[in-house]
C-alpha cells in the first residue's frame, strides 16, 4: 500500500507559475511510474505528465514545453514545475503512483485567473 500527499497548489494569476510536489510513503517498488493527472470542473480527468524511476517522461500536448515533471528517488518524491499558466490549467491536480495497480492521492487544487 503506498500512500500519497500532494501539495503547493493555490492560486495564481496566468502566465505564472506554481510547483507541486507529492510525497510518497509505505511499501514502494524501486521499478514504478509517478504522475500527474487533473480533473477540471464537469470534466473528465486527464494525463498531465508521468516520470519512470529511471527518469524517462511523457507529457500531455496541452502542457509541452511549459510544464516539467521531475522526481527525487531518495525522498520518494515527484514535482510538477508548472510555467505559462493558462486559465484552462484550472483544476484538482492528483498525483498517482503505477506498479501493478495504481495509488492516488486527494488531489490539490489550482486556480489560474485571467
Known amino acids: 500500500q503506498v500512500q500519497l500527499v500532494e501539495s503547493g497548489g493555490g492560486s495564481v494569476q496566468a502566465g505564472g507559475s506554481l510547483r507541486l510536489s507529492c510525497a510518497a510513503s509505505g511499501t514502494m517498488n524501486r521499478t514504478n511510474v509517478m504522475g500527474w493527472y487533473r480533473q477540471a470542473p464537469g470534466k473528465q480527468r486527464e494525463f498531465v505528465a508521468r516520470?519512470?524511476?529511471?527518469?524517462?517522461?511523457n507529457y500531455a500536448d496541452s502542457v509541452k514545453g511549459r510544464f516539467t515533471i521531475s522526481r527525487d528517488n531518495a525522498k520518494n518524491t515527484v514535482y510538477l514545475q508548472m510555467n505559462s499558466l493558462k486559465p484552462e490549467d484550472t483544476a484538482v491536480y492528483y498525483c498517482c503512483y503505477s506498479v501493478y495497480r495504481t495509488s492516488w492521492g486527494q488531489g490539490t487544487q489550482v486556480t489560474v485567473s485571467s
Open positions: 516520470i519512470t524511476s529511471g527518469g524517462s517522461t
